[in-house]
């Protein structure tokens, strides 16, 4: 999940047409991607973890490019956890500054595109270079119209929620707010994404099967698909199969469908 992030120019062609296998009446509207594996497949091929990483900027590039050219509304992307501080302070810093140079490079593409980019987490303990980078790309490319792609990046979602929890409560006690009235929309007011849907879909590479402490308020109702496929490995293929599994579901948000009640 510490892949970094941006759509660029690559040398395929350009699709913009959804998929024939693809229902246009039962696209998610918001995708949310665990980018997991970048480590495992430089591993398997013999190279160093940070050419895991570097594939693993151009599988993301092609992923918004899809998104964005299938008319997905938003795309949020696990980049960089909390809890990834604690890997080899060599490869922290290597993302660090393959953060930089991609942001560098993609920004001016990206506002081209149409896209809208955000970044969610605690920015503050980012380097302060990457800071700004962040603050520049935020203001030029806020007023786009097209997807909204949002990098969580310093992420995590219980303190996210903790954070939530602290400003509802200070408000509060400065008796602003009364207790009483606090219900799930006030709270979802809170999040980094209160201006998005939740997610509709979930995807995570390389087997894995837990959230890895990713948005755990707004993947509350998501669809999860899993896929074995290794991250820098990922390709339009593998984002046309979590689709099709996404509209083989039917979603009840804890109630139940129309056939099934029928036979109650």
């Not at 594939?55 to 992307?77: E, H, M, P, Q, Y």
């Not at 929620?161 to 408000?171: G, P, Y």
Request: charged residues 25%.
């Amino acid at each position: 999940m510490t892949s970094p992030f941006f759509v660029g120019t690559t040398n395929e062609p350009r699709k913009t047409s959804l998929p024939e296998s693809l229902d246009p009446e039962k696209m998610p509207e918001h995708i949310a991607i665990i980018m997991d594996g970048n480590g495992r497949w430089a591993r398997l091929k013999k190279l160093p973890r940070a050419m895991g990483h570097r594939a693993g900027v151009d599988s993301l590039k092609k992923t918004l490019r899809f998104c964005s050219n299938w008319k997905i509304k938003v795309l949020t992307v696990y980049a960089f956890s909390t809890e990834n501080w604690s890997r080899p302070k060599e490869e922290v810093n290597f993302l660090m500054k393959l953060f930089e140079s991609v942001l560098k490079k993609e920004i001016e593409f990206l506002n081209v595109e149409g896209v809208c980019i955000n970044f969610l987490g605690d920015l503050d303990q980012l380097p302060k270079r990457l800071q700004g980078l962040i603050k520049e790309a935020i203001n030029l490319t806020k007023d786009n119209k097209g997807i909204c792609f949002n990098v969580c990046t310093n992420y995590g979602g219980r303190r996210e929620l903790v954070i939530a929890a602290q400003k509802l409560a200070k408000r509060a006690v400065k008796g602003e707010l009364d207790p009483a009235l606090i219900d799930e929309n006030v709270f979802e007011k809170e999040l980094l994404t209160s201006n998005f849907v939740d997610p509709d879909l979930l995807i995570r590479t390389s087997g894995e099967q837990r959230i890895s402490n990713f948005l755990l308020w707004q993947l509350a109702y998501a669809e999860i698909h899993i896929t074995d496929v290794l991250w820098p490995d990922f390709n339009e293929n593998s984002l046309i199969k979590a689709l099709i599994d996404y509209q083989s579901r039917t979603r009840r948000f804890g109630g139940v469908d129309q056939i099934s009640s029928q036979q109650i």
